[in-house]
């Protein structure tokens, strides 16, 4: 368990050191938030959709969480590269402990960072239906945080090179954010597009966070967290299978 | 010095798909002993440490630390080693204290004695004073200098050293090698070093190992290996045993990486 907290501790002192990091990070979000949410929300609202900020802020946090989480596996590839990651596989220590540590740690960076946008939304006139909720809520931005992590480190492990790093943001996080349903409603999708955001697990993440922070949800609660911890405990086992295979 | 061995390496061999990078190797480092492996660029000197340090499995072939099989008990054999990577392996991001301590858990070092040998180490390597600075502001001689006192953090039985003055300047290279003799005085640490530089491998090591195209080509002092080749200086021995020809390989990804790096460093 040391082990483990040592290198959760690790990535979290790295997050809260890096200030350019945390505002260059907020970027993205913002202008989400400020273009599209401030820009689409008459048209969304003439559609009888109501607030779009209200609608869209959970996506945003859902989107921060999941480039964070991501991000974590190109962390992992710049210690590959430059040694720290040899350091961790040459010590007495099971690959796993490492492996949990260092997801924990992506992870916590990923609900920090989701949190700090969560006070964005606030200020931008975003409101929680219920204060009582939002703990709820993070349980479930946490889910999400631990899902993407794991396969950050899954990617980070099977990958060799930074520039690897690109096909994966334009193939694959890229896909998952815009198929979640985090600036648009899932109702009334064409067959195909609704069948893609089915098996998008960041759908289910966005779903939950919007249901329990605004009371509107497509799949319902119970569901979303099911999907969530099983596509969890799926992920977590293939970023550990993965790392145990990396070779330095 | 002893006469019991610690290292015991036997008809080891490592293929990467066609390539062989180590070809049948043997040889043996007595406890104590500070000990060079020397070869060209691409020779297997990496290669062999990395399977002598558990990142890579031999193809054939036997490898013993301390009595145990390497393959085998890689956990058990980690315990008894500290390494020094060619690129630096510290985080930039952290302080040295905070680079020694991640170390002493990771190893097991129970959390008093990690305090107690932090600062004795830190100490010994004239780094106490910096102990709380991130080592990202450190020069390339003084990482070098923390590298070596986190290795030595969990007192290993053998000090791996691979290529750990590539990139010093003169005087910290000097400063570096009096460490090494120093601690190997001290603590009875067997050294097992690579490096491109023949007038440190002369001074430092009690037995030298040449390796070339992934074969070893003559081990001993050094004294012995210009006896053996009728030459006066090392580096002519090693001429002698290797070929002048200049070993042109094309750059690996890490090799890459490590260029990118050091542009950022500037």
Redo the contacts between chains.
């Keep these: 368990m040391t082990v483990v907290y040592i290198l959760w501790l690790r990535e979290v002192r790295k997050y809260l050191r890096s200030r350019v990091q945390i505002i260059a990070s907020l970027g993205g979000p913002l202008m989400y938030l400020g273009v599209l949410g401030f820009g689409l929300g008459p048209v969304f609202q003439r559609a009888g959709e109501g607030s779009y900020i209200q609608f869209m802020a959970p996506g945003v946090i859902g989107m921060t969480v999941l480039f964070t989480a991501m991000f974590s596996g190109i962390a992992m590839l710049w210690d590959r590269q430059f040694g720290f990651l040899k350091e961790t596989l040459v010590a007495p220590v099971p690959r796993l402990a490492i492996m949990v540590g260092r997801t924990l740690g992506g992870a916590t960076v990923a609900v920090l960072q989701g949190t700090l946008i969560f006070v964005v939304t606030l200020i931008a006139g975003f409101r929680p239906q219920s204060l009582l909720a939002v703990p709820l809520a993070f349980l479930v931005i946490a889910l999400i945080a631990v899902i993407f992590s794991a396969l950050a480190t899954a990617i980070g492990s099977t990958l060799k090179e930074m520039q690897g790093f690109q096909m994966v943001m334009n193939f694959l996080v890229m896909p998952t954010f815009f198929l979640s349903g985090a600036i648009y409603p899932l109702e009334g999708l064409p067959r195909v597009l609704g069948a893609l955001t089915r098996v998008d697990p960041l759908t289910y993440g966005v779903d939950g966070v919007r249901g329990l922070l605004i009371g509107r949800t497509h799949f319902g609660i119970a569901l979303d967290v099911a999907v969530l911890l099983a596509v969890g405990v799926l992920f977590v086992v293939f970023g550990a299978w993965r790392f145990s295979r990396i070779e330095a | 010095m002893s006469d019991r061995p610690i290292i015991r390496v036997q008809h080891v061999s490592k293929a990467f798909g066609k390539v062989t990078a180590v070809n049948d190797v043997s040889f043996v480092v007595q406890a104590g002993e500070i000990f060079a492996f020397l070869g060209p660029n691409g020779a297997g000197k990496t290669t062999t440490i990395?399977m002598l340090?558990?990142?890579?499995r031999p193809t054939t072939g036997s490898l013993e630390l301390d009595g145990l099989d390497v393959t085998a008990r890689p956990?058990?054999v980690?315990?008894r080693?500290g390494?020094v990577?060619q690129?630096?392996?510290?985080?930039g991001?952290?302080t040295a204290w905070?680079n020694m301590?991640?170390?002493g858990?990771?190893?097991?070092v129970p959390r008093h004695a990690r305090r107690e040998r932090c600062e004795a180490l830190l100490r010994m390597f004239e780094l106490w004073e910096r102990r709380d600075d991130?080592v990202k502001t450190f020069s390339g001689g003084v990482k070098r200098r923390l590298e070596i006192a986190r290795g030595l953090l969990h007192t290993p039985k053998v000090l791996f050293l691979d290529e750990p003055t590539l990139g010093l300047d003169p005087q910290s290279r000097n400063q570096m090698w009096t460490h090494v003799r120093n601690l190997r005085d001290s603590e009875g640490v067997t050294v097992f070093l690579t490096t491109h530089y023949m007038d440190e491998a002369d001074r430092v090591a009690d037995r030298i190992a040449v390796i070339d195209h992934g074969r070893l080509v003559a081990t001993g002092s050094s004294a012995e290996l210009k006896q053996e080749t009728g030459t006066e200086s090392l580096e002519a021995a090693f001429l002698a045993l290797t070929g002048t020809t200049i070993r042109d390989e094309s750059a690996t990804?890490?090799d890459q990486?490590?260029q990118v790096?050091r542009v950022w460093r500037r």
């Design positions: 990395k340090t558990t990142l890579l956990m058990e980690r315990k080693f390494v990577f690129d630096p392996s510290l985080d991001d952290l905070e301590d991640i170390h858990v990771l190893y097991h991130l990804a890490a990486m490590r790096a």
